[in-house]
């Protein structure tokens, strides 16, 4: 990832120094210099804004069962909810988490961008699940919401029955719980694109 923002930052700098070359034939090396460290402290405050978010979360769900990765500049909360069978209501046990959730990005990320990811078990035709994992996602952003969250900050997605999201391959009814639930990314910058529901399996 880091490989990656550098060369972006590198491309950004040679982009402003050839729009630059057009209007006055030269750019000064220290204005290309003040430009390039202007970039690279801008990523470097990006980062820690993610370091400093999966942190708190790590902190604020270490009491729930839940996982938390940062990857391309996100952070994901896993499994922060879970639905009975064929169900999309939110279960009271998994409240105290969203709510302490909401609080965290209000109080230190109010900029950030939520996703609301739902998730079905395999039982059932891709079309059902895919409505289901999305009144599943729509419940718990609505919760997030409710619990002081800003509603142009917070997006659901559904992935349904999608085998490559699945936590226990295959399994359904009472064997399929953790894979009966909502995870949340949440983009710490609010610069990145919402992820977007996949439809493949």
Not at 24 to 47: E, G, H, P, R, W
Not at 70 to 82: E, P
Not at 98 to 121: C, R, W
Not at 165 to 186: C, E, F, I, M, P
């Amino acid at each position: 990832m880091k490989i990656r923002t550098t060369r972006t930052a590198v491309l950004a700098a040679s982009l402003m120094a050839i729009g630059l070359t057009g209007c006055s034939q030269y750019v000064k090396k220290t204005d290309f210099a003040a430009a390039i460290q202007q970039l690279q402290q801008k990523q470097s405050d990006q980062q820690q804004q993610i370091d400093s978010l999966k942190q708190q979360m790590q902190t604020q769900f270490s009491k729930y069962d839940a996982q938390i990765t940062a990857m391309q500049g996100r952070v994901s909360v896993d499994t922060v909810a879970h639905f009975a069978f064929n169900s999309a209501t939110l279960q009271d046990q998994d409240k105290p988490a969203l709510q302490n959730f909401a609080q965290t990005i209000s109080k230190y990320h109010p900029n950030a961008l939520i996703t609301v990811e739902g998730f079905t078990d395999p039982a059932g035709s891709r079309a059902y699940n895919k409505k289901l994992g999305m009144e599943r996602a729509d419940a718990v952003r609505d919760f997030l919401v409710s619990s002081g969250l800003n509603a142009s900050q917070v997006r659901a997605v559904s992935y349904g029955k999608d085998a490559n999201r699945q936590v226990v391959k295959g399994a359904t009814h009472a064997r399929g719980a953790d894979n009966r639930r909502v995870s949340l990314t949440v983009d710490a910058t609010g610069a990145g694109a919402i992820a977007s529901a996949s439809s493949s399996s």
